[in-house]
């Protein structure tokens, strides 16, 4: 049970931090401009 919660919480990090590199690199990408 707690495995799987780790499992899961663990995917939603992963995700969140694609979309924050993708955020991050497109504000950089801006900032550049």
Do not use: Y
Not at 2 to 16: G, Q, T, V
């Amino acid at each position: 049970e707690i495995i799987r919660e780790a499992c899961k919480w663990s995917l939603e990090l992963a995700a969140a931090c694609e979309v924050w590199k993708e955020i991050k690199f497109e504000f950089e990408a801006m900032d550049t401009l």
